[in-house]
């Protein structure tokens, strides 16, 4: 049997994925003891991500060519919209400061990554957004299988965000998506979807990783 592109990007990523879930951010969120700046430090760079995420979405919602593909990005977009609205206000609610507004270079550089595919084939500009998906979920569903009492969790909402069956269909239909591109695309396209996956899942760990050493925002959204 064929393997589906999905299948063989991820074999290609796991090693990264292992580094993400044996990072201290990840080991401390699971355990209740994360620090509460880092953790609000990384939300606030999150928010500020999944605005520039969630315009991706709709330029590639906008580019393929399947009404029912176009139309589950445009719903990726909407989600992502809602998320930061729900969540993150959670924590943060109407915060408003100098360092809300400007990224770190882990920030700026994931997400100037994912703009800059609005100038490669469609294929390749999907596969950029995918990890966010795929990692979020396997990490939120790692935490959740090992965290030992997830009610006195402070960060217990975020958890149950990424390991939600909602997220898992969403990052399904994603997946779904992106090998169904890759299966009419050439050779070439294919391992540009691949290599731009792991790129990006490496800036998934370096987001976290920048967290974790409380890096400073540099950059204004």
């Known amino acids: ?4 592109w999905s299948e063989t990007a991820w074999k290609e990523s796991e090693k990264i994925y292992n580094e993400i879930i044996s990072h201290p951010f990840i080991k401390e969120l699971a355990e209740g003891s ?6 609000l430090g990384y939300l606030r760079q999150d928010r500020l991500y999944l605005r520039e995420y969630a315009r991706v979405l709709a330029n ?8 029912d593909q ?8 909407l989600d992502s919209i809602l998320v930061e609205r729900e969540m993150h206000s959670f924590f943060l609610g109407k915060e408003q400061n100098n ?4 990224m770190t270079a882990a920030c700026a550089l994931y997400t100037s990554t994912l703009k800059s595919q609005a100038y490669s084939p469609v294929e ?9 998906f795929v990692v979020y979920l396997k990490v939120g569903l790692h935490i959740l299988s090992i965290v030992k009492d997830l009610d006195s969790n402070p960060y217990k909402e975020w958890i149950k965000t990424y390991a939600d069956n909602t997220f898992a269909e969403s990052t399904r239909r994603a997946v779904e998506i992106c090998d169904a591109l890759a299966a009419n695309a050439s050779e070439n396209i294919r ?3 691949t290599e731009i996956f792991k790129e990006c899942t490496r800036l998934e760990w370096l ?4 967290a974790w050493r409380l890096e400073s925002p540099l950059y204004h959204d």
């Open 207 to 210: 987001f976290w990783d920048s």
């Open 1 to 4: 049997m064929t393997r589906l």
């Open 60 to 67: 590639i919602a906008s580019r393929l060519d399947k009404a």
């Open 191 to 193: 391992e540009r979807m």
């Open 70 to 77: 176009s139309e589950s990005f445009l719903r990726f977009a």
């Open 124 to 132: 390749v500009e999907a596969a950029a957004i995918l990890p966010c």
């Open 34 to 39: 994360l620090s509460l700046d880092k953790y």
């Open 99 to 102: 360092d809300g507004n400007k």
